[in-house]
C-alpha cells in the first residue's frame, strides 16, 4: 500500500526510520500534525515502540521508540525494557530536547527477565492492539503540546516552558517530520 510508512516488519529484531525535511516552516503560529498507526502482530504482539516527532532528523544512538534528542517527540511504548531489579515500565510520553515533559507509564515487574508485551494495561492497551488508531498533536505558540488519541479516546497536555524561544528562534538544525520505531 503506497499510503502507508511500515518502520519494521514482524520479524525480531528490527528498527526503522523515515524523516521528511519541512521546507521553510514557520513555527511561529503553532502547528498540528495528524496521522494513523497501527502496532501489534509482531512477536508477543509487538515491540519496542514508536515516535513521532518534529525536530532533528539523527536518533544520535538512542532507540527508535524514545524519540528524536532535538524537538518534540511524541512516543507510543509497549514493551518494558528491563531495569536491573527485573522492573520495567510501558506507555506513552511526550518529550522535549530528550526531556520528559508529560508521560502516563505503566509500572511492571518481570520474572527471570520475561515481561513479554503490557497489552493488557492502559494506556499501552489502547494502542499495542494490532488496529490502526488516529493520533492528533497540535502544539500552539505558548509551547502547549496537546496529545488527541482516537478522537478523543484519550488526550493528554504537557506545557513546554519558554517553547518558542528555545525550538524556533535557536535550533541550529532543519526541522523534520520524524517516525521512528524498534
Known amino acids: 500500500d503506497p499510503t502507508v510508512l511500515q518502520l519494521t516488519s514482524t520479524d525480531l529484531g528490527q528498527s526503522g526510520q523515515a524523516f521528511y525535511r519541512l521546507a521553510s516552516p514557520d513555527l511561529t503560529a503553532g502547528f498540528e500534525l495528524q496521522f494513523d498507526m497501527y502496532t ?3 512477536l508477543n504482539g509487538g515491540a519496542d515502540g514508536q515516535c513521532v516527532s518534529i525536530g532533528n532528523n539523527d536518533l ?10 532535538q524537538g518534540i517527540a511524541v512516543c507510543f511504548d509497549e514493551y518494558p525494557n528491563l531495569l536491573d531489579d527485573d522492573t520495567g515500565d510501558a506507555g506513552i510520553s511526550i ?7 508529560w508521560e502516563h507509564r505503566v ?3 518481570c ?3 520475561n515481561c513479554g508485551v503490557v497489552s493488557t494495561k492502559r494506556p499501552v492497551s489502547m494502542f499495542a492492539d494490532a488496529t490502526w488508531h488516529h493520533v492528533r498533536l497540535s502544539v500552539d505558540t505558548s509551547g502547549r503540546v496537546a496529545l ?3 478522537h478523543g479516546e484519550y488526550q493528554a497536555v504537557a506545557d513546554i516552558d519558554e517553547f518558542m524561544l528555545r525550538f524556533v528562534h ?10 521512528t520505531g524498534r
Request: without cysteine.
Open 40 to 42: 501489534g502482530d509482531g
Open 60 to 69: 544520535m544512538g538512542r532507540a527508535g521508540e524514545d524519540g528524536v534528542p
Open 95 to 101: 518529550l522535549f530536547d530528550s526531556a520528559v515533559v
Open 107 to 109: 509500572p511492571v515487574t
Open 111 to 113: 520474572s527471570d527477565g
Open 148 to 150: 488527541d488519541f482516537d
Open 170 to 179: 535557536t535550533r541550529a538544525y532543519d526541522l523534520h517530520l520524524g517516525f
